[in-house]
Every structure is written in C-alpha cells, then in structure tokens.
C-alpha cells in the first residue's frame, strides 16, 4: 500500500486520555535494568487530540492547548513517541505509507500522567482508522508495549491492572465515579532520576502486589471512602526527596480539604482525591488562594483512545 492509493487527503482524530496510577507498588530492579510493578491505572478526563492525515513524508506538530503543557519539551523529529508509533504500524503491515501527525497537547510534558503514551496509542487507532487496516487489537497492543508502558493502557482506557513493566494490562470493573484535584508543576521530573532514588532509598525489597480489597472498592459505587485507604505509589517518597516542594503541596492539598493526596505516576503532578465534583472544585479554589493555580477537575475513570471526527 502506498498513499498513491489515497488521492483525496481524509483526516481521522482520535482523543486519547491521560492516566493516573491509583495504586503503583515496584519491585527490584530486574537485571534488563526494569523494574517489575503491580498498578492500577485509571484513565481521566484530561485529554490530547491527534489528528492523522495521508501525506508524502512523515511529519509531527504540536499544538499547546493546556497553559501547563510546555510545548518547547515535545520532539518534532524521528524521536517523537507518535512518529514513531505510525511507523511502527505501517512496518508492521508492510506497508510505505506516510501522514502528517497533529497533537493537541492539553496533558503535561514529563509530568506522570503519561501524555506521550497517548499520543502514540491514539497515533495507532487514527491511522489504523485512515487506512482501513482492521489491526487485531491484541496486535494493536503489541505495537503499543514496544513504545511504551503506558501505551498499552491508553488503548484500553477505564480502569485496569498494570503488571510486568506495566504494559500487561488487564481492564477491572470500576462502578464508581472518581473526582480528582490534578495539580500541575512548571519544572519537570525525569523518570530515570525517580527510578534511581527509589532503589537508593527503597530497593523494592516488599511486598508490591495489589491489593484485592483495593479491587473489591473499585467495584462498590459508593466506595470513594474505602478507596481511598488504599491510594500509594511506591515512587512518592523518591520523588519527594528529589523534590521536597511537591511534598509541600501534598501538604497544601490535605490543608484545602483533599481526602488523601497521591504523586501521579513517576511525578512531578499530584492528585488530590476528592469525594464529588462539588468538593474538588473547592478544593481547587483553596489551593489557587495558596498560589497553586495550575490545577484541573478531572474525574475517572473514562474511554481509551477513541475517534472523534472522521474526514
């Protein structure tokens, strides 16, 4: 196949979400240098946009549309997580298509919550869409585990088990309805540095494993309050001691009225639970009287990478 086969340019937008883990237990490091986990990861509504059109070469752009999103930190070259998710779809068929990649960024840059993962898992169904290609979708999931950990999750969306480094993923039934006060950190926090201060400090020597009364809350509608007792990321306490100012805003969240306060992913964005839309826009409020301002409502868990607009 190749895109003279295509004349009349069609575009395909796909909306990806972002993810938080509400639970994130690690292991010791494993000898290929990853880290074995055990999470539960939860898609909320917080979202990128990309939009795939047939070309003659390859090419990626993004489009700011978040005021926390710092667009100057996004490749535009053969690094770019979504450039190089088409190309790995289209060598995966055989194929010498090429499209232009659009992203509208709204989820932060290096912040935890795994924008870059949906922006390729969102790549794959545009352009698995534009092509009519009809990928299986464990094959699907295959191409995405070789991007990423997270990328396999951005495809399944709602709410599901993470195990190995997080890309074997397993959906799990969620009934509830889950409002988060997400608050956003102008300065970066590079995955690897975290990883390193944890087995510095931590080495995974315990017992990471979920927890099945974690799951059994998930289940319940009315579980927010027994949920709540199981929020923990293994990562937190690392990134608090390469960071004490996210520290200080846990601190602050608990202050304006949060039920708990969780590092999202490897950070340096932090959760604030809330027990209803109502409560996490107060507690929203709170925090930008503090000078914390760069937050957003979200709730959970929602869909995976999805059309929005076919072209």
């Known amino acids: 196949m190749s895109a003279a086969l295509f004349p009349d340019p069609v575009s395909v937008t796909v909306r990806a979400p972002a993810k938080i883990n509400v ?8 000898p290929d240098g990853f880290h074995p986990l055990e999470t539960v990861y939860q898609a909320v509504s917080l979202y990128d946009d990309v939009t795939v059109t047939d070309a003659e070469e390859w090419s990626v752009t993004t489009v700011v549309d978040g005021i926390h999103v710092d667009g100057a930190a996004i490749p535009d070259d053969d690094t770019n997580i979504a450039l190089r998710a088409g190309r790995a779809l289209v060598a995966h068929h055989g194929l010498e298509c090429a499209a232009s990649i659009e992203v509208r960024k709204s989820i932060p840059v290096a912040g935890g ?3 870059g993962s949906a922006d390729a898992a969102a790549t794959l169904v545009a352009l698995d869409r534009l092509w009519s290609l009809d990928t299986a979708d464990d094959v699907l999931l295959s191409i995405a585990a070789d991007l990423g950990s997270d990328v396999p999750f951005a495809l399944v969306g709602g709410t599901a088990t993470g195990t190995g480094r997080g890309e074997i ?9 889950w409002w988060w006060v997400v608050v956003f950190n102008e300065e970066g926090l590079s995955t690897p540095s975290v990883y390193g201060a944890y087995d510095l ?12 009364q974690m799951l059994e809350a998930l289940r319940a509608p009315e579980g927010a309050e027994d949920l709540v007792v199981f929020l923990y990321n293994d990562l937190e306490d690392a990134a608090f001691y390469l960071r004490p100012d996210l520290q200080r805003v846990a601190e602050a969240a608990l202050e304006c009225g949060a039920a708990t306060t969780l590092l999202s992913g490897s950070g340096p964005t932090m959760l604030a639970a809330a027990t209803s839309a109502e409560d996490a826009r107060a507690i929203a409020g709170r925090l930008a009287e503090q000078g914390y301002d760069r937050t957003a409502v979200v709730h959970g868990p929602v869909a995976g990478a999805h059309v929005v607009a076919y072209q």
Do not use: Q
């Open 23 to 30: 639970y994130l237990g690690v292991g010791k490091v494993r």
């Open 113 to 115: 919550m795994a924008g």
């Open 201 to 212: 400090l931590e080495g995974g020597d315990h017992d990471y494993r979920i927890r099945p």
């Open 169 to 177: 993923v397993t959906p799990v039934e969620d009934n509830g309805s």
